[in-house]
């Protein structure tokens, strides 16, 4: 069972109070883009064995969004941050680069 | 003018914590930027509460103001002074971005009572209910739908959820406090 800190209201709640939003920050390609972009935003996605960024919505509290980080395989929560942004922040992948090291080499290949 | 009704007429269930219908109350919903000062003062005017901290609970001598999500606020007022409310609300609220709605038929409210509501409410929700403290209002799941939660002191607790599922509501906390169902974790 996961247990995600929200930082909207500042609740720690429960996976079941919350709704998965997939995978964080894609970059969007609409009409006029071409077809090859378009067919990645709408289907391609990761599915890594590790670190994983992600959209969550608390759906039974106050309603908002925001990411998370965590591990699919050990299931660890290294953090929860704003859905306002475009990146992940750089304290939050530094605390990652420290428990995980060389998780970034992994993702790039 | 007609009789004021609620959802599930006032029903009441008795078990090792009485369920039961809240009496009749206005709930106004008010959503805006919440640091906006002018918020803060009509909501004072109105109910004669501060503005609540995240998940708090305030009350002043017209009303209780209950903090939904950083934008949302929901405001208990006399069932009779709800028009005049929102009325107040809206006329201090003009030109600052803002909705107020008076929601008291969309919402059913429940008050559970006896030494029992930690354990009755932990059965259906997934709050830790040995920590939540008096007047923080949790909005959450119970069992399977969403409402919001809170303690008033250590033997009465207060649920609000949309009347849609109130009969589901009622239904579930009635079987939660059923007579038989103690566990004595707490």
């Known amino acids: 069972m996961l247990r995600l800190h929200c930082p909207n209201c500042g609740v720690d709640c429960d996976e079941t109070e919350l709704s998965a939003g997939g995978e964080a920050h894609l970059t969007r390609f609409g009409p006029g883009s071409e077809d090859d972009d378009f067919e990645s935003y709408l289907f391609m996605r990761k599915n890594p064995k590790g670190v994983h960024f992600e959209r969550w919505r608390h759906v039974m509290g106050c309603g908002k969004w925001f990411h998370a980080a965590r591990n699919t395989v050990s299931l660890r929560v290294y953090g929860t941050y704003p859905a306002q942004v475009t990146a992940p922040p750089e304290a939050l992948l530094a605390e990652i680069d420290a428990v995980e090291p060389g998780w970034r080499n992994k993702e790039e290949a | ?186």
């Open chain 2, 1 to 186: 003018m007609s009789d004021l009704a609620t959802p599930l007429n006032g029903r009441r269930a008795v078990g090792y914590v009485t369920v039961s219908e809240d009496a009749p109350r206005g709930m106004i919903s008010l959503r805006g930027d919440l640091s906006d000062g002018g918020i803060a003062e009509a909501v004072r005017a109105v109910t004669g509460a501060n503005l609540p901290e995240p998940l708090g609970l305030t009350a002043g001598e017209a009303g209780q103001v209950a903090w939904m999500s950083p934008d949302e606020l929901l405001l208990f007022v006399a069932p009779n002074q709800t028009t005049d409310a929102l009325t107040g609300l809206r006329s201090r609220l003009e030109g600052v971005h803002h909705l107020a709605l008076d929601v008291t038929d969309m919402r059913a409210a429940f008050r559970l009572e006896g030494r029992g509501v930690r354990e009755v409410l932990a059965k259906v929700t997934p709050v830790d209910m040995q920590t939540l403290a008096p007047d923080t209002v949790r909005r959450t799941r119970l069992a399977q739908v969403a409402g919001a939660v809170w303690l008033s002191d250590e033997e009465t607790a207060h649920v609000v959820c949309f009347s849609s599922v109130g009969t589901y509501v009622f239904d579930v906390l009635a079987t939660s406090a059923a007579p038989g169902g103690e566990v004595g974790v707490f």
